[in-house]
């Protein structure tokens, strides 16, 4: 695949729907740029559980009580990783988290998870964090704002330049999830209108049994489609008032994405006014 060179940071929101297809996009927009990073809120917190960073510790003991994660945890998540990778600089002296300080290997007792984890002095900043417009410091920020309210304290945090918003009718959206099959063992996908499998009802590598998902049924899904329309629009009202928004429409992943490179490249790619 032909790739570009950017002449400016991107730091980009993709949103849509459950089923339009945010990760193909995602995945084709890195291969295509390879300047361009992903940052994973999901990612950066398992793995900071995993590692059982003093952040991770208050966010598995929040999960296991069945509460959810709160903003301002995910927030210091993606704050630690720009400011790690030297793309986010704090301003007036302010420190940076930093998951592997003193602070983090200090026994549970000489140390306050909760101070930790309180909700971020971002809010009261007087003037904004200061963000890398280096084309290396390209990123998409995946599962992280979902709301309007965690998106306006995002902006405390970064300033996002491409919110792009991935439209595709319910309804075709509903026909893919009626023709999707799976294979358990292995998570392979299948759909009977687009990637049918080589023997129907059958896996093409190990030949068992090809089943459906116990969610993908319309019901289900009306109510998960409905759900994002309603929390989303507020979100993408946010960004339109900061004329960051760019919607863009198509009935596949194939006809969404020579627009979505042809937008991308008009803002970000060197060369391309």
């Known amino acids: 695949m032909n790739t570009s060179k950017l002449r400016k940071a991107a730091r980009m929101i993709l949103v849509g729907a459950p ?5 193909t996009q995602a995945d084709r927009l890195l291969q295509r ?10 990612d950066l917190l398992r793995d900071n559980v995993k590692n059982q960073t003093p952040l991770g510790i208050k966010a598995e003991h929040t999960m296991r009580t069945g509460s959810l994660v709160p903003d ?4 210091r998540l993606i704050q630690h990783e720009l400011t790690t990778r030297g793309w986010l600089t ?30 971020s002095e971002l809010a ?22 979902r709301t309007a309210t965690q998106a306006t304290s995002l902006d ?5 330049n491409l919110v792009v918003s991935l439209k595709t009718p319910f309804s075709i959206i509903l026909e893919r999830i009626s023709g999707r099959w799976v294979h358990p ?4 996908v299948y759909n009977t209108t687009f990637n049918k499998p080589k023997v129907e009802g059958k896996d093409d590598i190990t030949g068992e049994r090809l089943v459906k998902r116990s969610d993908d049924d319309e019901a289900t899904w009306e109510k998960r489609l409905r759900k994002f329309e309603e929390t989303s629009e507020p979100l ?24 979505l490179f042809g937008e991308f490249e008009k803002r970000f790619v060197d060369g391309i006014q």
């Open 185 to 188: 063992p292995s998570g392979r």
């Open 33 to 42: 740029y390879p300047q361009l990073s992903t940052i994973s809120s999901g």
């Open 156 to 160: 405390a945090l970064v300033p996002i």
């Open 72 to 75: 301002a945890m995910i927030l």
């Open 124 to 145: 009261s900043l007087t003037s904004p964090a200061l963000t890398s417009d280096d084309p290396s410091a390209s990123f998409i920020l995946d599962g992280f704002p």
């Open 236 to 259: 993408l009202e946010h960004y339109a008032k900061k004329g960051v928004l760019w919607e863009v429409e198509g009935n596949s992943s194939d006809e969404i994405s020579p627009k």
């Open 90 to 119: 704090l301003p007036g002296g302010m420190q940076p988290l930093t998951l592997a300080s003193s602070a983090a290997s200090a026994s549970e007792s000489d140390f306050d998870i909760d101070s930790f984890v309180s909700p």
């Open 19 to 23: 089923g339009v297809g945010k990760g």
